[in-house]
């Protein structure tokens, strides 16, 4: 199984910061990935998908880059509306795997 | 709009059974693959299963292969998650989500999840 793993596992960020996290896979996925965001008590929501495509109606502030084996997810100026948990998936290859989550909250 | 409706989830003992159902609509229902995600308590998202539009082919976690069965009924927009042998560590809110697309793709519409709780 390819296995995800997500960095850091937590930050604390202000309003207005720049903020990325790293996504890396075990082994090659191309451009097969996703990013969700997920609050608690909601459903998640993707904003990302083939590494670098915004989902409809996801504000440009989100961005992703990556292929192959490293990946980034970058909100460029932090709102009091994203502070939230952060998770990357691959689809490339089944089992599906998502990585362990990246929580982004108020400094 | 795109409509994902789960239920089923409640209370089951240790090696009890459960049939969560996921009812959709505003979308053709046959042309899309299915997908189920669990988020146990505290924990992160984890992909469960997935089934393509067809039902041809279906996808399971290793966590869950061979006590959990996907199945979808194209006639009704339904998609089910038969869960058996039932373990404490399948505790857990289980989503459904419709796939971008027929096969292998990531989830792009998540319904708000039923929570399952194995305990004695």
């Known amino acids: 199984d390819i296995q995800m793993t997500q960095s850091p596992s937590s930050l604390s960020a202000s309003v207005g910061d720049r903020v990325t996290i790293t996504c890396r896979a075990s082994?090659?996925?191309?451009?097969?990935l996703a990013w969700f965001q997920h609050k608690p008590g909601k459903a998640p929501t993707p904003l990302i998908y083939?590494?670098?495509s915004l989902q409809n109606g996801v504000p440009s502030k989100f961005s992703g880059s990556g292929s192959g084996t490293d990946f980034t997810l970058t909100i460029s100026s932090l709102q009091p509306e994203d502070f939230a948990t952060y998770y990357c998936?691959?689809?490339?290859?089944?089992?599906?795997?998502f990585g362990p989550g990246t929580k982004v909250d108020i400094k | 709009e795109v409509h994902l409706v789960e239920s089923g989830g409640g209370l089951v003992q240790p090696g009890g059974s459960l049939r969560l159902s996921c009812a959709t609509s505003?979308?053709?229902?046959?042309?899309?693959?299915m997908t189920w995600v669990r988020q146990a308590p505290g924990k992160g998202l984890e992909w469960v299963s997935a089934?393509?539009?067809?039902?041809?082919?279906?996808y399971y976690a290793d966590s869950v292969r061979g006590r959990f069965t996907i199945s979808r009924d194209n006639s009704k927009n339904t998609l089910y998650l038969q869960m058996s042998s039932l373990r404490a560590e399948d505790t857990a809110i289980y989503y459904c989500?419709?796939?971008?697309?027929?096969?292998?793709?990531?989830?792009?519409?998540w319904g708000q999840g039923t929570l399952v709780t194995v305990s004695s």
């Open positions: 989500a419709k796939n971008y697309g027929s096969g292998r793709s990531f989830p792009d519409f």
């Open positions: 505003g979308f053709t229902f046959d042309n899309y693959a």
């Open positions: 089934i393509t539009g067809s039902a041809t082919n279906t």
């Open positions: 082994q090659g996925i191309s451009s097969l």
């Open positions: 083939a590494a670098s």
């Open positions: 998936q691959q689809y490339d290859t089944y089992p599906l795997t």
